[in-house]
């Protein structure tokens, strides 16, 4: 099993910033890739960011790209997403997951596995 506790939400102001962080632990995998989804209210979840643990490959949604960044401690197995120039719209709660996506994947909650329990961000205008 993998264990993914999520932290750093809290209430800003447009155009601050707030890191996230992802602590994993439990069976360690070698390959896969670690994603950031958000959910608000009425709307379905969507991909944010993702990061391939070999190779470190990224990728963003278009609507968060120049604003964020996903990175990864490898001696904290914690993942983090820096989220700069924050917006009403960013506000979500926002996951992190592990798992194997493919490349047609990795922008899906389909390609992972596992999930963290979500931290609230809410930016206020």
């Known amino acids: 099993q993998v264990q993914l506790v999520e932290s750093g939400g809290g209430l800003v102001q447009a155009g601050d910033s707030l890191r996230l962080s992802c602590v994993v632990s439990g069976r360690a995998i070698s390959d896969g890739a670690t994603g950031w989804f958000r959910q608000s209210l009425g709307k379905e979840r969507e991909f944010v960011a993702a990061?391939?643990?070999?190779?470190?490959?990224?990728y963003y949604a278009d609507s968060v790209k120049g604003r964020f960044t996903i990175s990864r401690d490898n001696a904290k197995n914690t993942v983090y997403l820096q989220m700069n120039s924050l917006k009403p719209e960013d506000t979500a709660v926002y996951y992190c997951?592990?798992?194997?996506?493919?490349?047609?994947?990795?922008?899906?909650?389909?390609?992972?596995?596992?999930w963290g329990q979500g931290t609230q961000v809410t930016v206020s205008s």
């Open positions: 990061r391939r643990w070999s190779g470190g490959n990224t």
């Open positions: 997951a592990v798992g194997r996506p493919i490349i047609s994947t990795i922008r899906s909650s389909s390609g992972y596995n596992y």
